[in-house]
């Protein structure tokens, strides 16, 4: 499409805004993450003579260098809410492979150069993709659709049951420029 098709159309009785690029011609997301150090991964399923295979997180990937220093699941409830959260030195890794949830940021680092930017992305089981959540990114899961959600995380250092890395907010904070509930 050239620019002259985003042009406004003659004639029209209102008027509206053009969508922009979302993906390639290859279906590949156009959508980088807008808050510094954020990073995302598509991955593609491959089919199988008995189902799909579906790679999670592969170092050569690149997109950091930390370690996986933990890996857990968290199953969500149709409609559940995971509240917002941030972690001090803590690195996440969120990978949903059933269902679908939305993963809003909220970056809450002040020296940051996205400081006070919100980002959102939808993921699940039929487009999967790997979202990379430095420290002091605020984050939040909201699960869609009718069934159960099921998310990965492959943090690079393992839970501290003494001392937790955890700071949380409720869904609806007023600190945070978007609400999850």
């Avoid at 003659?10 to 590949?28: E, F, H, I, K, N």
């Avoid at 059933?98 to 940051?112: C, H, M, P, Q, T």
């Avoid at 979202?131 to 690079?156: K, R």
Wanted: charge should be negative; include cysteine; aromatic fraction near 10%.
């Amino acid at each position: 499409m050239s620019s002259d098709d985003h042009a406004m159309p003659d004639g029209w009785m209102a008027t509206g805004t053009p969508d922009r690029q979302t993906v390639t011609s290859d279906w590949l997301a156009i959508d980088p993450p807008s808050i510094d150090g954020v990073t995302i991964k598509e991955i593609r399923p491959v089919a199988t003579s008995n189902g799909y295979l579906t790679e999670v997180f592969r170092d050569e990937w690149g997109l950091d260098p930390s370690p996986v220093g933990q890996v857990f699941q968290r199953t969500m409830y149709p409609g559940a809410v995971t509240g917002w959260h941030a972690h001090k030195v803590t690195l996440d890794r969120l990978f949903c492979c059933a269902g679908s949830v939305r993963i809003s940021l909220y970056d809450g680092r002040k020296a940051s150069p996205s400081f006070g930017t919100v980002w959102h992305k939808i993921l699940g089981a039929l487009r999967p993709a790997i979202v990379i959540i430095p420290p002091g990114v605020w984050h939040g899961v909201t699960a869609l659709g009718p069934e159960i959600a099921l998310l990965l995380n492959l943090v690079d250092k393992a839970y501290a049951y003494d001392a937790p890395d955890h700071w949380r907010l409720p869904p609806d904070t007023e600190q945070i420029p978007y609400k999850l509930v």
